[in-house]
């Protein structure tokens, strides 16, 4: 097909399909814009000006100003905030003219003046005075996708960004500067440059899929011959401390059962939203009577097998970040088996941690609520990914061992609250949650005498069943509804636990 008829038979689409519009991306840093209106959605304006180009030249006139419109100015210096009434000489100097106030009337009136200007104007929820629209954006680093509805409806708009955010990977940025890089070595004219580059995308998507199965091979490797060693481990203990487990062929203990559902229930819950398995699992062993240092042995033991399942669930399905997963595993596995050696020297001291990280996740709890959309605050956070992440690592590894449950809530919550695709978080903690169970498990076991091994045995089985399981629904939902339901989770969980350490409860 010529390039004519290929340009042709692409206006006749167009033409079909009603949307006329040209899409361009602006250096914004180059233009001079104005915006009118500093209330709600002044503010949505400049935000989504400012999200995409920091360095954009924008002056804002408003009789009035939202507290938060003011601040994120005083963060951008090429924001300059005159406080009165729009003046025709506001115009002058002007490229760009953006209105969002509540009159039409003041709409209509700087539109007509801008217009003998030759001044392009967008006009807040008004497409008919509109030159041109701000779309919803979907930015991944350095490739952004902008979405247009022609106006018909911007909630359409959001909805498609909601979905390629979580399906396009972070990792994407990493293939843009590869190609660049590579693009950079070759030499010729254009269309050289275009079919070696096709050359050598086409050779990586056909590599892509044997170096997947080699790297699944080896990570499946790790982890089922890792269970099947520990199992080995774990049953030489059973034989050696337990003396009841040679006559269970006979007679098992009645609470073997309720341990077996409760590792169901509780790791149907934690696989699909990726956490409170290790804090509902350790409440419950309390309640049975369970001692706080083998409650927390038990609920590793079985997070063993659980994780390793649904983790590598979670890798078949394309929810894995590797680079998060190597900057968490080895910080975290330092914080577990530290956790686990201070918790089975000084049994009591969980109850001087737990109200304390029941502060912090009840805060994160809040946060992620807010950023889902489902709790309404005015002062906006901040979407800056989490840098941290060996000390977060660390962190929840330590405070997992010693509260006996702590890494989702605690690695999963910050990860997402600072803005980290919720998916991909969910996968890549459950995965490293396998090898932090695992030799947190072992510092347990080689320190600890008279295990209840009936609670192991019961976690262990229902949350291995439930765990692949878990795993496939996790993927179904929506970043939205993971979100919303790890928030209420937390935020009960969170209350909970500081309640009950005033000796209250609910």
């Known amino acids: 097909m010529s390039l004519l008829t290929q340009n042709k ?27 009118v209106g500093g ?3 002044g503010l949505e304006k400049l935000s989504a000006l400012l999200a995409n180009s920091p360095k954009a030249n924008v002056t804002v006139v408003a009789d009035r100003f939202l507290t938060e419109l003011k601040e994120l100015a005083v963060n951008h210096p090429s924001v300059k905030i005159i406080e009165r009434k729009f003046e025709d000489q506001d115009l002058e100097g002007a490229e760009l003219v953006i209105l969002a106030t509540d009159s039409r009337d003041l709409h ?42 022609n106006g018909k409806s911007p909630t359409v708009a959001k909805r498609i960004k ?48 044997p170096e997947r199965k080699l790297s699944a091979a080896a990570l499946s490797w790790m982890i089922w011959s890792s269970v099947v060693i520990f199992t080995g481990i774990i049953l030489y203990a ?49 309640s049975m009577g369970i001692p706080p240092a083998s409650a927390s042995t038990a609920v590793h033991i079985s997070e063993i097998f659980s994780n390793g399942i649904a983790g590598w669930m979670h890798y078949r399905m394309g929810n894995i970040n590797k680079k998060l997963l190597k900057l968490l595993l ?45 709790l309404k605050l005015k002062k906006k956070t901040s979407t800056t990914k989490i840098k941290r992440i060996g000390t977060l690592g660390f962190t929840g590894g330590f405070i997992d061992a010693v509260g006996g449950g702590g890494w989702g809530s605690i690695v999963l919550s910050s990860l997402i609250a600072g ?61 939205k509804t993971i979100m919303v339901s790890v928030g209420v989770i937390v935020i009960l969980v969170s209350l909970r636990s500081i309640l009950k350490f005033f000796g209250l409860s609910f």
């Open 330 to 374: 080895i910080p975290g596995i330092i914080g577990a088996v530290l956790g686990a050696f201070l918790l089975s020297s000084l049994e009591e001291y969980a109850q001087y941690t737990k109200p304390l990280i029941s502060v912090y996740t009840l805060i994160l709890g809040i946060v992620i609520l807010r950023k889902s959309g489902v």
């Open 238 to 286: 059973i034989w050696q401390q337990e003396p009841v487990f040679r006559d269970y062929a006979e007679s098992i203990n009645p609470q073997f059962y309720w341990f077996l559902g409760a590792g169901f229930i509780f790791a149907m819950i934690d696989g699909a939203i990726g956490m409170s398995y290790g804090v509902t699992s350790t409440t419950f062993s309390l």
């Open 419 to 479: 803005g980290r695709n919720a998916r991909y978080s969910l996968g890549t903690v459950k995965l490293s949650r396998f090898f932090i169970a695992l030799m947190s498990s072992l510092t347990f076991v080689t320190m600890l005498d008279g295990l209840r091994w009936y609670a192991v045995a019961g976690l262990v089985l229902g949350s291995a069943v439930a765990s692949p399981i878990a795993a496939r629904v996790s993927n179904r939902i929506s970043a």
């Open 39 to 41: 209330g709600n959605v």
């Open 9 to 35: 038979e692409n206006i006749k689409v167009t033409e079909e399909n009603g949307n006329e519009l040209f899409p361009v991306f602006l250096k914004l840093q180059n233009f001079q814009t104005l915006l």
């Open 108 to 149: 209509v009136y700087i539109r007509n003046i801008a217009k003998e200007k030759g001044l392009l104007l967008n006009v807040a929820d008004t497409p008919e005075l509109c030159d041109f629209y701000l779309g919803s954006i979907v930015k991944k680093g350095n490739l952004k996708i902008a979405i247009s509805t």
């Open 162 to 209: 909601e979905v390629l955010n979580e399906n396009i990977p972070d990792e994407i940025d990493d293939t843009l500067e590869q190609i660049n890089k590579l693009r950079l070595t070759l030499s010729g004219d254009f269309a050289y440059k275009v079919k070696a580059l096709n050359q050598a995308t086409a050779s990586l998507v056909a590599e892509k899929q």
